[in-house]
């Protein structure tokens, strides 16, 4: 009241407060209507929200995957790598600060939009990984003149793994039967005497 005397303010409608009991015990000495701040009273019931022990574990997970990111250079540049390889804009990660739970909300809406995206092409990737071998078995035997070479070159998009596998596999002869013609040959040719 003597604040108000002193700056001569003629009339009070109300007093809005932080929630604190100080500024509460203060209000009440008053006598004037008060009310607790609306800010304040929503960032309470969503802290209390955000508390729930499923919702602080999701949280929990969410900030350490962030936070692995932020803080190791090879996990990050393999995230911006993926994301180049899977054709997706790149995105910085959010963190959050548990006083201002519009940052967890928005950490938590950046990583389902923008990263279940990342994980579902990285899931269909895994997945057509492992049904390449089925789709692939399921394909004509090549004819016995047709190019194996060029069979997979022409269809390395539709197994993209298998096709880097046939490249390893091609590159080594099959047999060792050349070679030793040769050294054959050559422990005919060549002899002691």
Not at 39 to 57: M, N, V
Request: with cysteine.
């Amino acid at each position: 009241r003597s604040t108000v005397e002193e700056w001569d303010i003629a009339r009070v409608t109300a007093l809005v407060h932080d929630n604190a009991a100080n500024a509460l015990n203060a209000a009440e000495l008053t006598e004037w209507p008060h009310f607790g701040c609306v800010a304040h009273t929503l960032q309470l019931a969503i802290k209390s929200g955000l508390d729930l022990p499923i919702i602080s574990r999701l949280t929990a997970i969410s900030q350490n995957l962030v936070g692995h990111f932020k803080h190791s250079v090879p996990a990050m540049t393999a995230l911006k790598g993926k994301q180049a390889q899977l054709g997706i804009q790149e995105h910085h990660l959010l963190q959050d600060v548990t006083t201002r739970w519009n940052l967890t909300y928005f950490l938590m809406e950046h990583l389902y939009l923008r990263y279940s995206k990342l994980n579902f092409l990285m899931e269909r990737e895994a997945m057509s990984s492992k049904d390449e071998l089925e789709y692939f078995s399921k394909e004509p035997v090549l004819d016995h003149n047709s190019d194996p070479l060029e069979w997979w070159r022409k269809n390395e998009e539709r197994f993209p793994t298998l096709s880097k596998l046939a490249r390893k596999l091609f590159c080594v002869v099959a047999t060792s039967v050349p070679s030793e013609r040769v050294f054959s040959v050559a422990g005919n040719i060549i002899t002691k005497n």
